[in-house]
């Protein structure tokens, strides 16, 4: 901007009109940068509401039936659209109890299979159910 103005001077009613188009236009980049930066605006703030109840560390402590596991985040978010890659991923409002721990209301006698899928892409079948 400061270079088109530089360029007009105002000494005919022409060069008013060039001083106008370029200090239109010139509004027109700034409104466009300040709707981008509203955007990123309303990004950030979205993810973080998102993520402001999560305080996950590196370790997970889940209370499985009463029973009590524990693994890594990134373990838990390897699959995102599973259950617990979504539970995990700051869409969810997720509440730890008072021991860190957070309640998985299932029964927990073949959990440590499922924690073994997550970790090593496959696991075993029960000693009661191989045939």
């Given at each position: 901007?400061?270079?088109?103005?530089?360029?007009?001077?105002?000494?005919?009613?022409?060069?008013?009109?060039?001083?106008?188009?370029?200090?239109?236009?010139?509004?027109?980049?700034?409104?466009?940068?300040?709707?981008?930066?509203?955007?990123?605006?309303?990004?950030?703030?979205?993810?973080?509401?998102?993520?402001?109840h999560l305080h996950f560390t590196?370790?997970?402590?889940?209370?499985?039936?009463?029973?009590?596991?524990?693994?890594?985040?990134?373990?838990?978010?390897?699959?995102?659209?599973?259950?617990?890659?979504?539970?995990?991923?700051?869409?969810?409002?997720?509440?730890?109890?008072?021991?860190?721990?957070?309640?998985?209301?299932?029964?927990?006698?073949?959990?440590?299979?499922?924690?073994?899928?997550?970790?090593?892409?496959?696991?075993?079948?029960?000693?009661?159910?191989?045939?």
């Open positions: 901007l400061q270079r088109k103005l530089e360029k007009i001077k105002l000494e005919s009613p022409n060069n008013v009109v060039l001083l106008h188009n370029a200090i239109t236009e010139s509004l027109a980049v700034v409104k466009q940068e300040q709707d981008k930066l509203r955007q990123m605006q309303k990004d950030y703030n979205e993810n973080h509401k998102k993520l402001q590196k370790h997970i402590h889940l209370n499985v039936g009463g029973q009590r596991f524990t693994t890594s985040l990134s373990n838990l978010q390897k699959y995102p659209s599973s259950f617990f890659g979504r539970m995990f991923s700051g869409d969810w409002p997720l509440i730890s109890d008072a021991n860190g721990e957070y309640f998985i209301d299932r029964y927990p006698k073949h959990f440590g299979r499922i924690l073994q899928f997550l970790r090593e892409g496959e696991c075993d079948a029960p000693a009661d159910e191989k045939g």
